[in-house]
């Protein structure tokens, strides 16, 4: 008996040998067979997983000097941060087949009850924990140092930080859901030899993710990275709790840890980010006037990066509160949320931009339509969108009136020299020299032509850009000017007249369509 001792151990030794290598050969077999073009849509098909489409900055119409340039990528921003269904489908155990998984549980039985349970543990994490991170480089997320990210242009960084959002979907809601799950499959004998095997095949790729997130955190902050950085805090935010959950014991607490930290500095971004937009608002430059006072694209762009904002309501009324602000606006602000009250510092900024911009023109009258313009596009954007709710009907009202007082000042400012030849004042009294009159009437005819000529020569190629303004602007000018005028031809000489009333009335029609026409 003594000298069958040793002979049964070798014997068990050789045994185990096999059996770890058979389970290694099964777990790798189990993957070769896919190849990495397919990996990705088998990921999602047979997970039946959802995935995640968010804003880009890159969507948000930019043509300012002062901000950094954009490419157009489409339209990405429908969504905004939503999920959208990739298929359907009972879900199953991901690239290894259930036939697989039993014979697997076979050998861990046996290998666990032999004392096997270190040699077998050791096998499972070096398999799984490569398949897992070659799940994650097919899924787009490489591994790359802080200095690495700093570096990548940023058309580079935002497809990385886009497929980032989608992977820690995928990962934490497939490849380690059902990583856990088959785990326990085939440890089910010994629950801490399961535990170690997840822990130790799941940490590389969540940790690489998260690496990631945290370099994207403390890296440069730019206005365009700033909807890539929310859809990375709201995707981790939302899919922490399910992270953790995965595990347990000391790992569970270090990647909350870990994770919670990435959060609060992902946080720290995106406010210091805002900030430093509403500084580029302020500080926006650019000395050229747009021809026809059409709408300004710092206007544009800064209005299409505020709906986008609204978009992210949730997460910005938790990251902005309590933030201090530099806005005392009274009752526009009163009871407005964190994000509306930011929103409205944004757009105030814009306003008072605006406004220098508008001194650019010589042109009383063109700097009128300019800001008339410009603030009908700043209502329109939120009249249509989230941003009413956040702004409220109030402050719409009383843009509204100001736009109003802008066609009042256009008016006032375009055509009073107009009407002023249209007055009777300063005319010979009848009583006096026929030939007087006559002289006088020629040279107020004459006035009127050249002061006519002149609003209709520039004010065709101005553009009132909403068309309900631009006919609203139209009918003033005619129920200002075509009755002065119909009674000023009505009681002096016919031969002086240069335009018919029905030809004025005609000609008002071509006004602020912004392009010169013949006069």
Known sequence: MGEAGPRVEAALQVAMARLEEEFRQLLIRGTASLAAEDLHASLLRRLSLTVPTFHSASSVDLDCPSFASHADEGDESSGAGR????????????????????????????????????????????????????????????????????????????????????????????????????????????????????????????????????AIAIGKRSSEKLFRILGMYEALAELLPELEALFSGDARDFIKEEAEGILVRLGDAVRGTVAEFANAIRGETSRRSLPGGEIHPLTRYVMNYVRLLADYSRWLNHLLDGCETELENGGDNADMTPLGHCLLILITHLLDKIEDKAKLYDDEALQNIFLMNNLWYVVQKIKDSELKSLLGDNWIRKRRGQIRRYSTGYLRSSWTRVLACLRDDGLPQTTGSSSALKAALKERFKSFNLAYEELYRTQTAWKVVDPQLREELKISISEKVLPAYRSFVGRNFAKYIKYNPEDVENQVSDFFEGKKLNA
């Open 83 to 214: 999920w959208s269904s990739a298929s359907d489908g009972e879900i199953s155990p991901y690239l290894i087949s259930p036939d697989t998984v039993s014979t697997l549980k076979d050998i861990a039985d046996v290998m666990l009850r032999a004392g096997y349970g270190p040699e077998l543990c050791q096998v499972y994490s070096e398999v799984r924990r490569d398949t897992l991170m070659e799940c994650l480089a097919v899924l787009g997320v490489d591994k790359m140092s802080l200095e690495e990210v700093q570096r990548v242009e940023w058309g580079v960084l935002d497809g990385k930080m886009k497929k980032w959002i989608q992977a820690l979907r995928v990962v934490v809601q497939g490849l380690l859901a059902e990583e856990r799950r088959i785990c326990g499959q085939i440890l089910a004998a010994d629950a801490d030899a399961e535990e170690e095997c997840f822990t130790e095949a799941a940490k590389g790729c969540v940790l690489q993710l998260l690496n990631f997130g945290d």
